[in-house]
T-cell receptor, first 113, second 116 residues
Framework: GENVEQHPSTLSVQEGDSAVIKCTYS??????FPWYKQELGKRPQLIID?????GEKKDQRIAVTLNKTAKHFSLHITETQPEDSAVYFC????????????FGRGTSLIVHP | EPEVTQTPSHQVTQMGQEVILRCVPI?????FYWYRQILGQKVEFLVS????????KSEIFDDQFSVERPDGSNFTLKIRSTKLEDSAMYFC??????????????FGDGTRLSIL
């Protein structure tokens, strides 16, 4: 099955800095890559997703890049704010005929004011 | 904006007992899911449900677990003979179609299950 690795496990930045979270996946057939933000004690919320026919997608301060050859994808947050502090999960789906996302272990992002 | 709702928010149960976790998916959604998240760990897929039957399940979803859509709105997860290691946050999710076809999953707030 699919295996998703996510790094780093913890990321601490100053307000206004950029943050980058990286994920790799194992199944080259995976074709859908969502990112979720989970605030403490709350539900995971989809913040951005990308499909394998696109190399980059941007939504205001958030962008995701995908390198299919290397099987890795990254989340970029620019001009970070304290309210960006949360756990971010990457996921991959579509490989092996399964549409169920396999999640990474999560990155705890801490933005210091 | 419509939301997935889950009840109860917290369930405390003695080991060996049965629990039923309840979910009301978004009304026009067709695909339903259960995930669990052990404290501090990643979200793990349990089962997906479509057209009144299980469409996919993980190795975690063994005979101890079952799902049901008893009426047109509720989607339940039953855990029999609960064990200490079943303690986790259980999330229900729904989607209007397959996630990678522009139909993302929407999660509920979760039920925190504590087994004593």
């Amino acid at each position: 099955g699919e295996n998703v690795e996510q790094h780093p496990s913890t990321l601490s930045v100053q307000e206004g800095d950029s943050a980058v979270i990286k994920c790799t996946y194992s199944d080259s057939a995976s074709n859908y890559f969502p990112w979720y933000k989970q605030e403490l004690g709350k539900r995971p919320q989809l913040i951005i997703d990308i499909r394998s026919n696109v190399g980059e997608k941007k939504d205001q301060r958030i962008a995701v890049t995908l390198n299919k050859t290397a099987k890795h994808f990254s989340l970029h947050i620019t001009e970070t704010q304290p309210e960006d502090s949360a756990v971010y999960f990457c996921a991959a789906a579509g490989g092996g005929g399964s549409y169920i996302p396999t999640f990474g272990r999560g990155t705890s992002l801490i933005v210091h004011p | 904006e419509p939301e997935v709702t889950q009840t109860p928010s917290h369930q405390v149960t003695q080991m060996g007992q049965e629990v039923i976790l309840r979910c009301v998916p978004i009304s026009n959604h067709l695909y339903f899911y259960w995930y669990r998240q052990i404290l501090g760990q990643k979200v793990e897929f349990l089962v997906s449900f479509y057209n009144n039957e299980i469409s996919e399940k993980s190795e975690i979803f063994d005979d101890q677990f079952s799902v049901e859509r008893p009426d047109g709105s509720n989607f339940t997860l039953k855990i029999r003979s609960t064990k200490l290691e079943d303690s986790a946050m259980y999330f229900c999710a729904s989607s209007g179609g397959l996630p990678f076809r522009n139909q993302p999953q929407h999660f509920g707030d979760g039920t925190r299950l504590s087994i004593l």
